[in-house]
Structures are given as structure tokens and as C-alpha cells.
């Protein structure tokens, strides 16, 4: 079986409800490069409505009521997670690369990501098949862009001339256009 399993390209991302490292709630996404199809996706979640109004309400009755309503709710319970939101995306992607051989016989052999290479160490160290990195280009051009406006502003600010004058200048128009290179 296992030498029937297909090695194929995928992108991997995560994102979050909100904004920042303080949501509750994230998901980690496996997207075939080939097709833009959606392979597999896991929800992670601190957070559970039945728990946050129903669990509160009967907790403050009395604990024994609080602990038969729970032992009802578990398996309907919306909590799955429990750590913090930063490292959701990384949960999610040794979730999915698990997964990925036996419950839908393809292996994420090569991932296209963004410049954050934890949830791609964290693959690597589960073993479970080689897995290769690929840049995003369109993540290299922005920091391509960001880098060089930060040395042209950190140059002015200590006013220390980049290029000097006339033809050779680093200026807004020659920034695009390094940029441009990547796309």
C-alpha cells in the first residue's frame, strides 16, 4: 500500500477568527497546489457557547449538577484545544500531516508556505515522510519591499545618503521595481 500513496505539492496556512495571537478560535488548511482544492482542514477551538452560557448557568447551581450536564455535553463539547492561539497553527499542521497517509492516502510531501517555518519544523520532526519547504513568492516580495523601505527609512533617520544622487538612487520608483522581479 504504501508505495502506492502519491507524493504531491500542498500549501499550508493558518488563520484565526481575530486578528493577533488572542483568538479562540483558528484553523490549519492543506491545499492541493495542483487544483486550489481544499484537502483537509482542522478546526481548533478554546472555545465552546454550550460551555460559556448553559455550563455557567448550571455551574452556579450546584457542582454535582454541573458535573452530570458536562458528562452530557462532552462529546457535543466545541473545546478541542488547549494552549495558546500562536501556536494553533502549528497544532493544526502536525494534525493534518498525521492524518494525511491514512485517512486520505496522499502524502504532503512538499509544503509552499509563508516565511513562518514553525508549523514546517514541527512536520519535520513527526518523521512520518520526508517533507520539503517552498517559498511563496508573493511572501519573498513583501519582504522584499518591507526590508528595503526599513534600511531607506533607517538611513534617513540617521541621515546617511543611500545611492547618493541622480541615476543608481534607491528611490520609491527603484524599490518597485526590485519588487516587481519576484513577481
Given amino acids: 500500500m504504501e508505495d502506492t500513496v502519491p507524493d504531491i505539492c500542498v500549501s499550508y496556512d493558518g488563520t484565526w ?24 482542514a482542522e478546526l481548533l477551538s478554546t472555545y465552546c457557547h454550550m460551555c460559556e452560557t448553559t455550563g455557567t448557568w448550571v455551574k452556579g447551581n450546584t457542582p454535582q449538577r454541573y458535573d452530570a450536564w458536562y458528562d452530557e455535553h462532552r462529546a457535543d463539547c466545541c473545546i478541542n484545544y488547549a494552549s495558546t492561539s500562536g501556536n494553533m497553527e502549528v497544532v493544526a499542521a502536525e494534525l493534518l500531516w498525521a492524518r494525511s497517509v491514512d485517512n486520505h492516502w496522499l502524502r504532503y510531501t512538499s509544503m509552499l508556505s509563508d516565511g513562518d517555518a514553525k508549523a514546517f519544523v514541527k512536520v519535520q520532526q513527526l518523521g512520518i515522510y520526508p517533507v520539503t519547504k517552498e517559498e511563496c ?20 533617520k540617521r541621515n546617511i545618503p543611500l545611492g547618493g544622487r541622480g541615476t543608481g538612487r534607491l528611490t520609491k520608483e527603484t524599490m518597485d521595481k526590485l519588487q516587481t522581479y519576484y513577481d
Fill in 137 to 156: 513568492i508573493n511572501h519573498v516580495s513583501k519582504r522584499m519591499d518591507t526590508s528595503l523601505r526599513n534600511v531607506v527609512a533607517d538611513c534617513s
Fill in 17 to 40: 477568527m481575530k486578528r493577533g495571537h488572542m483568538s479562540r478560535i483558528g484553523i490549519g488548511c492543506v491545499i492541493d497546489v495542483m487544483t486550489g482544492l481544499v484537502l483537509d
